[in-house]
């Protein structure tokens, strides 16, 4: 079958402005997650927390006080605060009454008992009442969690990341758990940081690479600053800070990982970090700032119109608020990242439009526990209004995403994206990793005088179904009309290749309206300010289906998707479309 594209502008010579032409992504053949070895490493590590040795080793003076107090800059959830001071924890929909709360065994999803343990709820009492009535509540819950695990640690409460997180909100909220005038009590407060402290230094290397590992380095640094005789400490420190950055993030700032959730926690981390430095009147090391500039710029540039990022990798649009304030936070002013070639988004920006697109291989498993099989896909905005989405929150399990249906949302068909054969393009496997799939992804992108032309393909299809699959997108110079082609394009393979039925996807907002045309080769789509986009396709049946889309707190509504209904002779196929503003 040979479909009709809609015409594509040939490419010209690039203009000056920092655009590389071509690339070749390579997804790392060492993909089968941590070696047994590793494994066996790391639970006999864990298992000498219990022993004698270990208790020693965490023993040695307390500090009769902090150094400083380090202010937050990054607002907390109110609601979650004042369920906290009605009597329950409260994270992504998930409640965890206080009266039953066991610290030793807490029987709640992973991402809810890490909120827990790294004490990231202080934030949100402070956000939601006075320093008088948060005492009380944080008090009591410091006194719990230190019968259960001050002598004993244990995993998760003593994971290094957590317990690097603890050493941050204990110090930036130290007014709600050290204003008691009982002695006993604030001593084994302070002695509790300084044996968090002693922890991390035994064991920031052994947590897994990535943003853990940064995690648990930047608790270091924080101790020693604020830790009476910390000069020591602070060398040890930063020098392992260093490192654990330069292999946690690309050249161009993105995270390894390649989840947008990461990489905002990033910054949340190193802004607090930077608030110690600030508190402490100490100049930030050059590396520090220069990875904030890096990691900052890259966040901006999968910001759609209205100042939230796009839904990659199992993430969502975070409150833009939020967004702003952690920016703000951070003390860097950069302009978004347009070519994160490493990290894998492109940005295409014109006017009022903004269009994402995931342009590299997926994340190896070890590195990602909710990998998506996104490759190709792209995300529309203009303005405000979302116009072409992923589903998204596959990263963000609770009550309102149960597990099986966040599977889902790591699938090829939750993306705006061409799926052939009902398949995914990077397989996800039983035990939630990644399997093969898209292994090489090729990269091409020019600024023309018409506006913006970028190429991607990649070969998760190719050994499984005998097609590449190359994407065409053409930005125009207003903005207001986007060109896509999609090419299948056979490989050579000793058996024949066999007719593949395909199906291209573009999720549609949840503000957007869409009215097939009589024809079925059209849409229009109506924006909530009146606004339409016309869409038109090159060949193939176009239908409306049902979908869903998840938002910045994890709950999941229902839209509608634009589908392409057509098949792939041996020869291959190219379907060309079009999105188009008018009025």
Same mark, same amino acid.
């Given at each position: 079958?040979s479909?009709?594209?809609?015409?594509?502008?040939?490419?010209?010579?690039?203009?000056?402005? /920092?655009?590389e032409?071509?690339?070749?992504?390579?997804?790392?053949?060492?993909?089968?997650?941590?070696?047994?070895? !590793?494994r066996?490493?790391?639970?006999?590590?864990?298992?000498?927390?219990?022993?004698p040795?270990?208790?020693?080793?965490?023993?040695?003076?307390?500090?009769?006080?902090?150094?400083?107090?380090?202010?937050?800059?990054?607002?907390?959830?109110?609601r979650?605060?004042k369920?906290?001071?009605?009597?329950?924890?409260?994270?992504?929909?998930?409640?965890?009454?206080?009266? #039953?709360l066991?610290?030793?065994?807490?029987?709640?999803?992973?991402?809810?008992?890490?909120?827990?343990?790294?004490f990231?709820?202080?934030?949100?009492l402070?956000?939601?009442?006075?320093?008088?009535?948060?005492?009380?509540?944080?008090?009591?819950?410091m006194?719990? +969690?230190?019968?259960?695990?001050?002598?004993?640690?244990?995993?998760?409460?003593?994971?290094? @990341?957590?317990?690097?997180?603890?050493?941050?909100?204990?110090?930036?909220?130290?007014?709600?758990i050290?204003?008691?005038?009982?002695?006993?009590?604030?001593?084994?407060?302070?002695?509790?940081?300084?044996?968090?402290?002693?922890?991390?230094?035994?064991?920031?290397?052994?947590?897994?690479?990535?943003?853990?590992?940064?995690?648990? +380095?930047?608790?270091? $640094?924080?101790?020693?600053?604020?830790?009476?005789?910390?000069?020591?400490?602070?060398?040890?420190?930063?020098?392992?800070?260093?490192?654990?950055? !330069?292999?946690?993030?690309?050249?161009d700032?993105?995270?390894?990982?390649?989840?947008?959730?990461?990489?905002?926690?990033?910054?949340?981390?190193?802004?607090?970090?930077r608030?110690?430095?600030?508190?402490?009147?100490q100049?930030?090391?050059?590396?520090?700032?220069?990875?904030?500039?890096?990691? *900052?710029s890259?966040?901006?540039?999968?910001?759609?119109?209205?100042?939230?990022?796009?839904?990659?990798?199992?993430?969502?649009?975070?409150?833009?608020?939020?967004?702003?304030?952690? *920016?703000?936070?951070?003390?860097?002013?950069?302009?978004p990242?347009?070519?994160?070639?490493?990290?894998?988004?492109?940005?295409?920006?014109?006017?009022? #439009?903004?269009?994402?697109?995931?342009?590299?291989?997926?994340?190896?498993?070890?590195?990602?526990?909710?990998?998506?099989?996104?490759?190709?896909?792209?995300?529309?905005?203009? /303005?405000?209004?979302r116009?072409?989405?992923?589903?998204?929150?596959?990263?963000?399990?609770? #009550?309102?995403?149960?597990? @099986?249906?966040?599977?889902?949302?790591r699938?090829?068909?939750?993306?705006?994206?061409? $799926?052939?054969?009902?398949?995914?393009?990077?397989?996800i496997?039983?035990?939630?990793?990644?399997?093969?799939?898209?292994? !090489?992804?090729?990269?091409?992108?020019?600024?023309?005088?018409?506006?913006?032309r970028?190429?991607?393909?990649?070969?998760?299809?190719?050994?499984?179904?005998?097609?590449?699959?190359?994407?065409?997108?053409?930005?125009?110079?207003?903005?207001?009309?986007?060109?896509?082609?999609?090419?299948?394009?056979?490989?050579?393979?000793?058996?024949?290749?066999?007719?593949?039925?395909?199906?291209?996807?573009?999720?549609?907002?949840?503000?957007?309206?869409?009215?097939?045309?009589?024809?079925?080769?059209?849409?229009?789509?109506?924006?909530?300010?009146?606004?339409? +986009?016309?869409?038109?396709?090159?060949?193939?049946?176009?239908?409306v289906? @049902?979908?869903?889309?998840?938002?910045?707190?994890?709950r999941?509504?229902?839209t509608?998707?634009? $589908?392409?209904?057509?098949?792939?002779?041996?020869?291959?196929t190219?379907?060309?479309?079009?999105?188009?503003?008018?009025?």
């Open positions: 079958m479909s009709r594209p809609l015409p594509m502008p040939a490419p010209e010579a690039p203009q000056e402005d /920092g655009i032409p071509g690339k070749r992504l390579i997804r790392l053949s060492d993909d089968r997650g941590l070696s047994l070895a !590793e066996l490493a790391n639970h006999f590590y864990r298992m000498t927390w219990a022993t040795f270990h208790s020693m080793r965490l023993k040695g003076k307390y500090p009769l006080k902090l150094l400083a107090l380090p202010y937050d800059g990054i607002p907390g959830d109110a979650a605060g369920a906290l001071r009605a009597g329950y924890f409260l994270y992504r929909g998930m409640k965890q009454p206080v009266a #039953t066991d610290w030793r065994k807490i029987d709640q999803p992973a991402a809810f008992v890490d909120y827990l343990h790294g990231r709820w202080l934030r949100d402070a956000a939601a009442t006075s320093r008088d009535n948060a005492v009380p509540v944080a008090e009591a819950q006194r719990a +969690w230190l019968e259960a695990h001050a002598e004993r640690p244990s995993e998760p409460a003593w994971r290094v @990341d957590n317990a690097a997180w603890r050493i941050l909100h204990w110090t930036a909220y130290s007014p709600l050290l204003s008691s005038g009982d002695l006993v009590y604030r001593s084994l407060v302070l002695n509790g940081i300084a044996r968090t402290a002693r922890h991390l230094d035994r064991g920031a290397d052994k947590a897994p690479v990535g943003l853990p590992r940064v995690t648990a +380095w930047a608790g270091i $640094v924080a101790a020693s600053l604020l830790l009476p005789g910390g000069e020591p400490r602070r060398v040890f420190g930063e020098a392992g800070l260093k490192r654990a950055l !330069e292999s946690a993030f690309y050249a700032g993105g995270i390894i990982s390649r989840s947008p959730l990461e990489q905002i926690e990033a910054i949340t981390l190193l802004a607090m970090l608030a110690v430095y600030d508190v402490r009147r100049d930030l090391p050059l590396f520090l700032g220069q990875t904030l500039e890096r990691i *900052v890259a966040l901006l540039g999968i910001l759609h119109g209205d100042g939230a990022p796009g839904s990659w990798q199992g993430g969502a649009p975070i409150d833009p608020a939020r967004i702003t304030a952690i *920016v703000a936070a951070s003390g860097i002013r950069t302009r990242l347009r070519q994160a070639r490493d990290w894998g988004y492109q940005r295409l920006a014109a006017g009022q #439009t903004v269009v994402q697109v995931d342009a590299a291989p997926p994340p190896v498993s070890r590195l990602a526990r909710s990998g998506c099989a996104s490759t190709g896909a792209f995300e529309l905005s203009d /303005g405000p209004t116009v072409i989405v992923n589903c998204g929150g596959a990263a963000m399990p609770g #009550t309102y995403l149960p597990a @099986d249906l966040t599977l889902g949302l699938t090829t068909a939750a993306h705006s994206t061409l $799926v052939l054969s009902d398949s995914n393009s990077t397989a496997l039983a035990d939630g990793s990644l399997g093969k799939g898209v292994a !090489e992804v090729e990269l091409d992108r020019h600024e023309l005088e018409q506006g913006s970028l190429e991607v393909s990649h070969d998760g299809y190719a050994r499984r179904l005998g097609f590449l699959h190359r994407r065409i997108l053409m930005l125009s110079l207003e903005g207001r009309e986007l060109r896509g082609e999609d090419v299948l394009l056979p490989v050579e393979r000793r058996r024949k290749v066999q007719d593949c039925p395909l199906a291209i996807r573009f999720h549609l907002g949840t503000e957007v309206e869409p009215t097939l045309t009589a024809d079925r080769q059209g849409a229009l789509l109506r924006l909530p300010n009146g606004a339409l +986009w016309q869409f038109r396709v090159g060949d193939g049946e176009l239908s289906e @049902d979908s869903l889309w998840v938002d910045g707190e994890g999941p509504h229902p509608q998707q634009l $589908v392409v209904n057509a098949s792939t002779g041996s020869g291959g190219s379907i060309g479309w079009l999105l188009k503003k008018s009025g």
